[in-house]
């Protein structure tokens, strides 16, 4: 199993940044694809950004492209979601999770690991 910590959300304003953190402990994590979800009040949880095990391919939700990166150290175990251009919209609980099925995926049902995650506001 693979055990993930999310760390780095807060409070912002509209137009502001914050970069989130996934900690990664457990199974061989540097193999495995990382994503990262959100989750609004009331909303089903959306796909935001994932990144395959050397980087080498990325995909984003469309409702965030060109404002967020995603990125990963595997020497640190750690993936990384730079947030900038924020938006009351973008209020949400993030998590982080990997998939040891190889490929890259939107999809809830292709990530096997979760974390707890971590909440964003958002404020105008």
């Known amino acids: 199993q693979v055990q993930l910590v999310e760390s780095g959300g807060g409070l912002v304003q509209a137009g502001g940044s914050l970069r989130l953190s996934c900690a990664a402990s457990?199974?061989?994590?540097?193999?495995?694809?990382m994503g990262w979800f959100r989750q609004a009040p009331g909303k089903e949880r959306e796909f935001v950004a994932a990144?395959?095990?050397?980087?080498?391919?990325?995909l984003y939700g469309s409702s965030i492209l060109g404002r967020f990166t995603i990125s990963r150290d595997n020497a640190k175990n750690t993936g990384y979601l730079q947030m900038n251009s924020l938006k009351r919209e973008d209020t949400a609980v993030y998590y982080c999770?990997?998939?040891?099925?190889?490929?890259?995926?939107?999809?809830?049902?292709?990530?096997?690991?979760w974390g707890r995650g971590t909440q964003v506001t958002v404020s105008s």
């Open positions: 457990g199974r061989t994590v540097s193999v495995y694809t």
């Open positions: 990144i395959t095990w050397n980087g080498g391919d990325r």
């Open positions: 999770a990997t998939s040891a099925t190889g490929g890259i995926s939107s999809a809830r049902n292709r990530y096997d690991s």
